[in-house]
């Protein structure tokens, strides 16, 4: 099994930027390919990105393509999402997912989640 835990979430302007961290614990992190996903209230979870366990490979939701970037430090045991140019629309809980398989976009297909960290941008 492994171990998430998403921080790095904060109140920033429309135009700001933040980048999120989610850290695991637990056995072969590097076995793992990662995912980060949304929800914003009253809306389902929804995909923003994804990196396969090496990272040599990495999948984007069209809404944040050009204006997110992932990568991951497997030495660290942590994936990170860069989040520039944000949107009041990209308002929403964050969440980190692991799962052995590559290039899911459900979160249904994921098994393992962190418990979130809140992003606010004011407009």
């Known amino acids: 099994q492994v171990q998430l835990v998403e921080s790095g979430g904060g109140l920033v302007q429309a135009g700001g930027s933040l980048r999120l961290s989610c850290a695991a614990s637990g056995r072969s992190f590097s076995s793992y390919h990662m995912g980060w996903f949304r929800q914003a209230p009253g809306k389902d979870r929804e995909f923003v990105s994804a990196?396969?366990?090496?990272?040599?490979?990495?999948l984007y939701a069209d809404s944040v393509k050009g204006r997110f970037a992932i990568s991951r430090a497997n030495a660290k045991n942590t994936v990170y999402l860069q989040m520039s140019s944000l949107k009041p629309e990209d308002t929403a809980v964050y969440y980190c997912?692991?799962?052995?398989?590559?290039?899911?976009?459900?979160?249904?297909?994921?098994?393992?989640w962190g418990q979130g960290t809140q992003v606010t941008v004011s407009s």
């Open positions: 997912a692991a799962d052995f398989s590559f290039g899911k976009v459900r979160a249904e297909g994921y098994d393992y």
């Open positions: 990196i396969s366990n090496s990272g040599a490979t990495t």
